[in-house]
């Protein structure tokens, strides 16, 4: 175990940039960094997982390790994404008193603010900012902290990685499972590097999600939902855990979401109204289309490229994931280890990152970790890695991205699910209700038995 430890801290210690220059190429070095690197990953996970233990020197070493490979990252240059530079933008803007929905970057009336070491690296600075209200308070906090500083983001989004933690652990000792399967989130490689490395928002959104949940799971309805209300607010779509969260009849957890969300956004909203949304709705546009997952396989895939047939199949799947997530199942109380609530977040999030007919960046993927170490899955935990190939895309820019490259991403996923689908019915493990599902989340611990 040590020795994985050491060599995944090799791994997360390379500066790319150093060793290979900062041109797009960097990231096919990169993809093949990742790609040891999880395979150490899955190593470790097994080591550690096999015997399901609560062993408190493993334990430590597990966290350790998970610490000490983000503090490898901390001081590297910003090899993936060029994201982090609007989020210290943003809160540069906030501070000078000028609401940041307002003006794009690029627009004179911001002039005074720019810089040669922010402003050149911003993506899109013609566009107004995507962020909702909860990201942009956060921005300007940090800013108030260190502004213009990559290291003091990264800094904060390892302190939100630690409360990640915290809170993992709370919730796999309330399920009754094995605290080393923290190891499933604390060291994958798309968390290190999409989180404390590349800074998405995804690491600040986590903490405020997982809260809801204990809440929930404990009955405070009205805390949870505050609490989801505050990670939309950092990052829109755990929207989608409201209809999967909501019991019946219920209406102080969909209430204080709603109220949280509506008190985040009214600030912001004096002089620019709808443009609060900023550059989102160009999102459902072609020109952001990238490493579109089951939207692609129905419609270009098939030679079904025109505009109508996108269209078509963007409503559809979306309407797909209503249906699923009204279907998720519910009830008016929990059990006692909580797993109804967890079996209900885990199935929206999967049908979410299944269905989502628009770009399928890797940082969306992250959310799906903690769900992973309370319950693992073959199939999105080849996903976690498996999405990190669509960095090949902008190495091949202009080509389009080979089909082959999306079929090694997005096959293997669905084979998974399917083979998993058929195998839990053919167990008789009473699919469709919320008694099998708990069962077989149940049958899927570490240490227990197969159904």
């Avoid at 909702?132 to 800094?155: D, I």
């Avoid at 590097?193 to 928002?201: P, T």
């Avoid at 319950?375 to 895309?393: D, I, R």
Wanted: charged share 10%; with cysteine; proline share 8%.
């Amino acid at each position: 175990m040590v020795g994985l430890g050491l060599l995944s801290l090799g791994g997360y210690a390379l500066d790319l940039h150093a060793l290979f220059g900062t041109e797009l190429r960097v990231l096919g070095i990169y993809v093949g960094l990742f790609a040891a690197l999880f395979a150490l990953y899955l190593l470790a996970a097994w080591v550690v997982l096999r015997p399901a233990a609560n062993d408190p020197t493993l334990l430590a070493l597990v966290l350790g390790f998970g610490v000490l490979f983000r503090l490898a990252v901390l001081p590297s240059p910003v090899v993936l994404s060029s994201d982090l530079f609007r989020y210290l933008w943003d809160g540069r803007v906030q501070w000078a008193g000028i609401n940041p929905y307002r003006y794009p970057p690029a627009a004179p009336e911001l002039a005074p603010l720019r810089d040669d070491s922010i402003f050149p690296n911003i993506n899109r600075p013609t566009k107004r900012t995507v962020y909702p209200p909860g990201a942009q308070v956060t921005f300007a906090a940090v800013a108030a902290v260190a502004p213009n500083s990559v290291v003091a983001w990264r800094v904060f989004l390892l302190g939100c990685e630690i409360a990640t933690g915290v809170l993992l652990l709370r919730l796999l000792g309330r399920m009754g499972m094995p605290l080393v399967a923290v190891i499933v989130y604390a060291w994958a490689p798309l968390a290190i590097f999409e989180g404390v490395q590349a800074g998405h928002l995804e690491a600040a959104m986590l903490p405020p999600l997982l809260l809801a949940l204990l809440w929930r799971q404990h009955g405070r309805m009205a805390r949870a939902g505050a609490a989801l209300g505050v990670a939309v607010l950092i990052k829109l779509y755990p929207a989608v855990l409201v209809l999967a969260w909501w019991r019946r009849r219920e209406w102080k957890f969909p209430t204080a979401c709603a109220a949280v969300v509506a008190a985040g956004y009214l600030p912001y909203l004096a002089g620019v109204g709808a443009g609060v949304l900023g550059f989102l709705p160009e999102y459902f546009g072609r020109d952001e289309d990238f490493n579109v997952g089951l939207r692609y396989f129905v419609t270009d895939a098939l030679g079904l490229g025109s505009d109508a047939a996108r269209a078509a199949a963007m409503l559809a799947l979306f309407a797909a994931l209503l249906v699923v997530l009204v279907r998720v199942p519910r009830a008016p109380g929990e059990d006692a280890d909580g797993v109804g609530g967890f079996q209900a977040g885990a199935a929206a999030v999967s049908a979410y990152l299944l269905l989502l007919p628009t770009a399928m960046h890797p940082w969306y993927a992250l959310w799906m970790l903690p769900f992973l170490t309370l319950a693992p899955s073959a199939a999105w935990l080849w996903f976690t890695g498996a999405v990190t190939l669509s960095y090949l895309g902008y190495v091949w820019q202009p080509a389009p991205f080979p089909g082959w490259l999306r079929a090694l991403e997005f096959w293997p996923l669905y084979g998974l699910l399917l083979w998993n689908a058929t195998a839990r019915r053919g167990a008789g493990a009473g699919a469709g209700t919320r008694e099998g599902a708990a069962s077989s989340l149940r049958a899927s611990r570490p240490g227990s038995p197969s159904p």
